[in-house]
C-alpha cells in the first residue's frame, strides 16, 4: 500500500491525467460544468470498474487499487469528485440488492452503460441527523409513492440511476432511531417526467451538486434494496469504502500542494535568493510533507484491514480525519508559499484550496468523526 503501492495502475492513471492538464479543471471550474471527457476516458479504461466482482463484468480488485486511481487523479491535479460514486455505490445493491437487481445493473455499470452515481441522503432539515430525514415512501400495490426533498445530492444530472433513503415507518415507532428507513433505486431517466425535479445547486467549488425533489414519484416495489426499514443499517455498511477513498483523494491533492509549493519555493528568487532558502517558508512545507505521510499510514492501516475483511470503523474515520487535515494544512501552506499568485486562477491553487476544503465538511464533517472517536472508540459519555 501507501502511496507508492500499484505503480502500474499509479503509471497509467498518471498517464490518462496528462491529458486533462490545469487548464482543463480551471475552464469547468469557471463554467461550472461537468468534466464529460474526463469521466468517458476514465470509464473506458475501465477504472470505475475496479470494486465491481468479476462475475459481473468488473475486474474485481480491492479498495487499495481504488484508492491508488483516485489518489493519483487528484495528485496530478484534477478532482475525482466527479465520479468517484461511480465506483462504491454500487457497493450497496452488490452487498444487499436482489440477484435480479444485481444482474441488471452491476454488468452495465462495469461496461459504462448505466452511471449510478447519485445518493439522496441529505435533506436540508434533518442535516447530519439521518434518522430525522422527512422524505417518505408508502407502499401502494406493487409501487411506493415517494414524496419529499433532498438537498446537496451530487451528480445527479449526470447519473441514470439514484439511490434513495426514504422513511417507510415513523421514527418513534422502531426500536432505534434510524429503523424505518428504506433504500430505493430510482431510475431518474423515467422518473423526470413523473415528479421528480432536478435542481442545479451552485457551491463553492464544481461539484455538481443539486437539490432534487420527490411528488408523489411512483418506483415499482422491486426498486427497493434489501428488506424494508433497514436502509440506514446498509448506508454505514458502505461508509467505510467512501471515507478509506475519500482520505485517499486528500492525501492526493496534499501531495499535489507540497509538490506545487516545493517547485514554487526553489523558483521564486525574492531578495536575490529563492524563497525557498527562507526556513519560514520551509518549515510550513516540511511539517505539511509530515502530517501528509502520516495520515497516509492511517489510510494505508484501514486499506489493509478492508480489503482483509476486518472490522474497520476507527481506521477508517481516522483516516478521514487526519488525511482532511493533512490536505488543508498543505493548502494554506501552499497558498502563502505562492504570495499574491495563490489567488490567481492560472496557478490552479486557489480552486485546489476551495476543493480540499470540502473534506472538513463531506461526506461527514470533522466534528462528527471527532464524536464516533470520543464515543464510539472511546466509550466517553454521549453528547446527543
Ligand atoms: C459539495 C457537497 C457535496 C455533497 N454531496 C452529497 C451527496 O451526494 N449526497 C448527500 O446525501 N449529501 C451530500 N452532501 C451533504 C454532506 O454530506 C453534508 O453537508 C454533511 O454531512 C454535513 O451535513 P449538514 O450540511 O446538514 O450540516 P449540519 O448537520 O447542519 O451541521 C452543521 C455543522 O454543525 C456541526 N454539528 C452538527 N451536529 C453536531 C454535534 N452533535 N456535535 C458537534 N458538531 C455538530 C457539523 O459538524 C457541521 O460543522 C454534500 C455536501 C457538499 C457541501
Known amino acids: 500500500m501507501s502511496s507508492t503501492s ?32 474526463f469521466v468517458k476516458t476514465l470509464t473506458d479504461a475501465g477504472f470505475l470498474g475496479v470494486l465491481i466482482p468479476e462475475v459481473y463484468g468488473g475486474s474485481g480488485l480491492g479498495i487499495s487499487e481504488a484508492a491508488a486511481i483516485l489518489g493519483e487523479i487528484h495528485r496530478s491535479g484534477g478532482n475525482g469528485g466527479a465520479c468517484h460514486a461511480q465506483m462504491y455505490m454500487m457497493g450497496t445493491v452488490l452487498r444487499h440488492g436482489t440477484d435480479e437487481q444485481k444482474q441488471e445493473i452491476l454488468p452495465k455499470i462495469a461496461k459504462g452503460e448505466l452511471r449510478l452515481q447519485a445518493f439522496g441522503v441529505t435533506e436540508p432539515t434533518s442535516g447530519t441527523d439521518t434518522s430525522r430525514i422527512r422524505t417518505r415512501a ?16 451530487s451528480r445527479a444530472e449526470h447519473s441514470d440511476l439514484m439511490l434513495v433513503l426514504a422513511r417507510t415507518s415513523p421514527r418513534d415507532e422502531g426500536k432505534k432511531p434510524h429503523d424505518g428507513i428504506s433504500v430505493f433505486i430510482i431510475d431518474m431517466q423515467e422518473a423526470k417526467s413523473k415528479g421528480l425535479t432536478i435542481k442545479p445547486l451552485r457551491a463553492m467549488i464544481n461539484h455538481a451538486t443539486t437539490e432534487v425533489f420527490f411528488d408523489d414519484l411512483r418506483v415499482p416495489a422491486r426498486n427497493l434494496v434489501g428488506e424494508e426499514g433497514k436502509g440506514f443499517r446498509y448506508l454505514l455498511d458502505g461508509l467505510n469504502a467512501e471515507r478509506i477513498l475519500i482520505s485517499a483523494e486528500a492525501i492526493g491533492d496534499a501531495r499535489w500542494f507540497i509538490e506545487r509549493a516545493s517547485a514554487y519555493a526553489n523558483e521564486r528568487e525574492v531578495f536575490d535568493r529563492p524563497i525557498g532558502s527562507n526556513q519560514g517558508i520551509q518549515f510550513p512545507i516540511a511539517r505539511a510533507f509530515a502530517a501528509t505521510e502520516a495520515a497516509d499510514l492511517m489510510v494505508d492501516k484501514a486499506i489493509g484491514l478492508f480489503d482483509a475483511g476486518e472490522p474497520c470503523g476507527p481506521e477508517a474515520n481516522m483516516a478521514k480525519l487526519l488525511a482532511a487535515d493533512a490536505s488543508w494544512q498543505a493548502a494554506d501552506m501552499c497558498l502563502q508559499t505562492h504570495g499574491g499568485f495563490g489567488f490567481a486562477e492560472e496557478y490552479d491553487v486557489e480552486r485546489k484550496f476551495r476543493e480540499t476544503r470540502l473534506y472538513q465538511v463531506a461526506p461527514i464533517s470533522t466534528n462528527l468523526i471527532l464524536s464516533y472517536i470520543a464515543e464510539h472508540v472511546l466509550g466517553l459519555p454521549r453528547s446527543f
Open 6 to 37: 500499484h505503480p502500474e495502475i499509479r503509471d497509467a492513471v498518471r498517464a490518462l491525467c496528462q491529458d486533462f492538464p490545469g487548464v482543463y479543471w480551471r475552464g469547468l471550474d469557471r463554467e461550472r460544468a461537468y468534466p464529460t471527457d
Open 138 to 153: 408508502v407502499r401502494d400495490g406493487d409501487d411506493y409513492i415517494i414524496n419529499g426533498q433532498k438537498v446537496w445530492t
